[in-house]
């Protein structure tokens, strides 16, 4: 029998691989979200917080432009948010045995990834950094008014100092969070009470939160070639002594003004040790602190010995501004210390602004409106579950769904006629996720919430007004 007429466009389409992807992506998204939840219910009281924390990591999920405690009890399928403020505020199950959960799931899931992609020679990096939420008023736990990096400014808000676990060429995701609480707060008996926060909570610097979240790291079993983190840490000694007495690596931003000595036993701060030891051009060598999605990202490097044998001195020059960035690095005895590795773990330390970029655009990571200590907390902590569930999917398909071409080799090469497709990240791994989990609710349920937020909101109008007329007697008192 005659065969049919090859079907060349057909062949050369890449419409058969889009397809597949989308039904390999959302299926095993979906497999590892029931497979997280399933490892969670040991952290549960109850079975009913644990079906609704589901909910509440499938409405994190969604294609909702906000995620707060409204919007996620009517994506629930709720008639009002009770539930949902039950599962942040009252609800008895443990946040930081579910955080420990999803550290290991997020770590298993990423090893598995590397295993099966044949990248198992790369850093394994521990990036601890913070991020912000702008608050209005001053009842929220934690609110201050202080520097944040989301805002660029001092402004209103809460900070927490997150890990990040980073497998270099493989994926990341968050692994561990504490909210930071000013002094003043945790010191002030009625502030306390009105914030929610822990009878036994006690004061701790950004860098001793650090030192909290690696401690539970290591003791879930995470090990990490090098612990990176900005100038808010690498100036901190109690850090940096807890990392060397654990036998930890590390590659740490520290100031212009950071105080080094050196074999001689001179004192120098890295500024005046880059002026006197580092001129001659020959120390320099340009080399790449990692590829980016727009390629390689050039940077000139140098460093020096001190007068600790463990310790270096990393320094990182920018080939346009000549800007100066300066790492602290500790390599214990028995581990390999080359400035190719110092330079590979600096320039793995951005996964954490990419995993804060992640869990605030897709996630809500910063739409929580909750004011309790605990709630914040648990919010959180499931916008942690939601962020290791796409993580992991994307990592393990990474390789099936990478149809790039070749990136080009010289300035006038001209395009490509068909370039391929990158592979799946995190957001199209969510918005799979999200069509997968979409709900139909019954012709009414639309309905029923605009009813019940128009009445909330003139129940709320009428309290704002009485308050307002006993301010304004108060007013009329002074006059």
């Known amino acids: 029998m005659a065969q049919p007429p090859d079907d060349h466009v057909c062949v050369k389409t890449t419409k058969s691989e889009a397809a597949a992807a989308v039904s390999i992506g959302a299926g095993l998204a979906d497999r590892k979200r029931v497979q997280l939840l399933g490892t969670l219910r040991s952290c549960f009281v109850r079975t009913g ?106 402004a209103n808000g809460i900070n927490t100092v997150h890990l990040s676990y980073v497998r270099e060429k493989t994926g990341h995701a968050l692994a561990g969070a504490r909210q930071w609480i000013p002094a003043e707060h945790i010191e002030d008996p009625v502030k306390s009470l009105v914030m929610g926060l822990p009878l036994d909570l006690r004061f701790r610097t950004k ?49 212009s003004s950071f105080t080094l000595t050196l074999a001689a036993g001179t004192k120098l701060t890295c500024k005046e040790a880059v002026s006197k030891l580092l001129k001659d051009k020959r120390r320099w060598e340009v080399r790449s602190a990692g590829k980016g999605s727009k390629g390689d990202r050039w940077y000139a490097w140098a460093w020096t010995a001190t007068a600790s044998p463990r310790h270096h001195l990393l320094v990182r020059r920018h080939l346009k501004t000549g800007e100066l960035a300066f ?81 080009p080799v010289r300035p006038d090469q001209p395009p490509p006629a068909e370039p391929g497709m990158i592979p799946l990240t995190i957001p199209e791994i969510r918005r799979l996720l999200a069509a997968a989990l979409l709900r139909l609710y019954p012709p009414a349920h639309a309905g029923h919430w605009l009813d019940w937020r128009r009445r909330h909101q003139a129940r709320s109008r009428w309290f704002h007004q009485r308050a307002r007329l006993a301010k304004d007697a108060e007013i009329a008192l002074v006059r």
């Open 327 to 407: 790492h602290y690095c500790y390599v214990p005895e028995g581990q390999m210390l080359t400035k190719t590795r110092l330079i590979r773990a600096a320039g793995l330390r951005w996964p954490a602004e990419e995993d804060f970029e992640f869990g605030k655009d897709c996630f809500g990571l910063d739409q929580c409106q909750a004011r309790l200590y605990t709630a914040i907390l648990r919010h959180v902590v499931l916008v942690m579950a939601a962020l290791a569930i796409c993580a992991v999917t994307a990592a393990l398909i990474r390789d099936r769904t990478d149809t790039q071409v070749a990136p």
């Open 49 to 154: 917080p644990w079906l609704q924390a589901g909910k509440y990591v499938a409405a994190l999920v969604s294609e909702l432009p906000e995620r707060n405690g409204w919007t996620i009890a009517q994506h629930a399928g709720d008639r009002s948010p009770d539930r949902t403020q039950r599962l942040l505020n009252r609800a008895a199950w443990d946040a930081f045995a579910a955080m420990s959960e999803i550290r290991r799931f997020a770590v298993a899931g990423l090893e598995e990834a590397a295993r099966r992609g044949g990248r198992r020679g790369g850093l394994v990096i521990g990036a601890i950094d913070e991020t912000g939420q702008e608050k209005a008023g001053e009842a929220t736990a934690g609110v201050k008014r202080q520097y944040l990096g989301c805002a660029g400014r001092v």
């Open 207 to 255: 860098g001793q939160l650090a030192i909290d979240i690696c401690t539970d790291a290591y003791a879930d079993g995470l090990t990490f070639d090098f612990v990176c983190g900005d100038e808010v840490y690498g100036s901190c000694t109690q850090l940096r002594q807890f990392l060397e007495i654990s036998g930890q690596a590390y590659v740490l931003r520290v100031a």
